[in-house]
């Protein structure tokens, strides 16, 4: 069995991150760069990766990048400067929940944002990066699912239908590269406190966001950049498909039964 990579291998890998300016990127941002990767932040808001970038005392290239724009993604991504070109580790992690508003109800508009930033973007990013991965016959790709996209709950509709897809795609992608030393993997996490996910679906009502989590143990970020940081640090012949994780106090738990009065 071959060893996993020193702490020196990672000083020459290179690690993009998708959404990179709050919550689990940001994260995932400061558990590469404890081992020393060179890191590609990207995300919309600059001053917030500017932030970032002086916070940590590894090689950045700091990326204004809306992931829906699919110009904007070919062009910084596509021509990345050389010491960042060639990307090892691609945490396709950019995403949002918008509305917990049942399906007739729902906004279509907030419909189309999940599905051009969680799928959509999450295309168009891989879609650059993936053929150079393939032409060094290296790389690994980690999609940031959720458990909505396996268990289905009131509300969830096309949140948990983008990362269905984005399970499916991971899948899809592994089937496609399975001649190829890329690995693939869908990270799907639960209930996560510590980041704006949920500020960013009730469209900024924090006490309904605190709500979420009030007196439950949730996941930390932290929690979820140590999952996506173990799967890459594995052996290179090793590939961990998915990684489903919740806080010790949140299960599946069962049908919803509709019981009409007679
Ligand atoms: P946050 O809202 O804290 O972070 C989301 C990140 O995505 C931000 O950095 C934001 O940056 C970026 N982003 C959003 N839209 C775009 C866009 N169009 N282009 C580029 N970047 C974008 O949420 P989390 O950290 O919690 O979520 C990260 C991922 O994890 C998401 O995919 C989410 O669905 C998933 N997830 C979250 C869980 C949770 O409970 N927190 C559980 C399971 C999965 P900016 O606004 O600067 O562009
Ligand atoms: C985030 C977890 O349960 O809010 O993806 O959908 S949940």
């Known amino acids: 069995m071959s060893s996993p990579p020193s702490l020196l291998d990672w000083k020459n890998r290179t690690v993009l991150i998708t959404g990179a300016t709050a919550g689990f990127g940001t994260a995932f941002a400061h558990r590469y760069a404890a081992v020393g990767a060179r890191l590609i932040l990207c995300g919309r808001r600059t001053e917030r990766l500017e932030a970032l970038a002086a916070q940590l005392s590894v090689p950045v290239?700091?990326?204004t990048l809306d992931v829906r724009d699919r110009p904007a993604v070919e062009t910084a991504l596509g021509n990345l400067p050389a010491?960042?070109?060639d990307v090892d580790v691609l945490v396709n992690n950019a995403g949002l929940a918008l509305g917990l508003e049942p399906a007739s109800k729902a906004s279509l508009d907030d419909w189309e944002i999940m599905v051009d930033t969680n799928l959509k973007g999450l295309m168009i990013v891989t879609r650059t990066i993936l053929p150079g991965m393939v032409a060094r016959d290296r790389g690994h790709i980690v999609n940031i699912g959720s458990v909505a996209g396996t268990y289905p709950y009131p509300g969830g509709n096309m949140y948990g239908a983008t990362k269905a897809a984005v399970a499916q795609f991971s899948r899809n992608l592994a089937a496609?590269?399975?001649?190829t030393a890329i690995r693939v993997t869908?990270?799907?996490p639960g209930l996560c406190s510590g980041s704006e996910f949920s500020q960013v679906r009730f469209h900024g009502d924090e006490?309904?966001?605190?709500k979420v989590y009030e007196g439950a143990v949730s996941l930390t970020p932290d929690d979820?950049?140590?999952a996506v940081f173990w799967t890459t640090a594995l052996p290179r012949h090793v590939n961990i498909t998915r990684v489903e994780m919740m806080p010790v106090g949140q299960a599946?738990?069962?049908l919803a039964v509709h019981r009409p009065k007679v």
């Not at 496609?176 to 001649?179: E, F, K, S, Y």
């Not at 006490?207 to 605190?210: K, L, T, V």
Request: hydrophobic share 55%; net charge negative; glycine share 4%.
């Open 61 to 63: 290239h700091a990326v």
């Open 207 to 210: 006490d309904r966001a605190a």
């Open 252 to 254: 599946p738990a069962g």
């Open 83 to 85: 010491a960042f070109a």
């Open 176 to 179: 496609d590269l399975v001649n």
């Open 224 to 226: 979820v950049a140590e």
């Open 186 to 188: 869908n990270i799907e």
